[in-house]
Nanobody
Framework: QVQLVESGGGLVQAGGSLRLSCAASGSIFSLNTMAWYRQAPGKQREAVARMFTGGDTVYADSVKGRFTISRDNAKNTVTLQMNILKPEDTAVYYC?????????WGQGTQVTVSS
């Protein structure tokens, strides 16, 4: 079993920055994808950024140039640095780890961007 714990959400003004962190524990296969998703009220959950074990990254078009995902494979942590935040970034952000056909989720952390 894998457990994911997120931290770092909060309230910020438009143009500001936040940093989200996620720590994974448990039986973690070394080859995996760690990612951040978000879900705004009334909308489907969407992938924000993904990072593969080898370091390749994929970003949603809406966050390219503003968000940066990074990971520490030795510590099984993933972070999301969010800059130039916009009100439309307001959502619950979820950490995700995918490996061996299984997908694990954190409990989510609220990010609210005021205009």
């Amino acid at each position: 079993q894998v457990q994911l714990v997120e931290s770092g959400g909060g309230l910020v003004q438009a143009g500001g920055s936040l940093r989200l962190s996620c720590a994974a524990s448990g039986s973690i296969f070394s080859l995996n994808t760690m990612a951040w998703y978000r879900q705004a009220p009334g909308k489907q959950r969407e992938a924000v950024a993904r990072m593969f074990t080898g370091g390749d990254t994929v970003y949603a078009d809406s966050v390219k140039g503003r968000f940066t995902i990074s990971r520490d494979n030795a510590k099984n942590t993933v972070t999301l640095q969010m800059n130039i935040l916009k009100p439309e970034d307001t959502a619950v952000y979820y950490c995700n780890l995918a490996a061996l056909g299984k997908s694990y989720w954190g409990q989510g952390t609220q990010v609210t961007v005021s205009s």
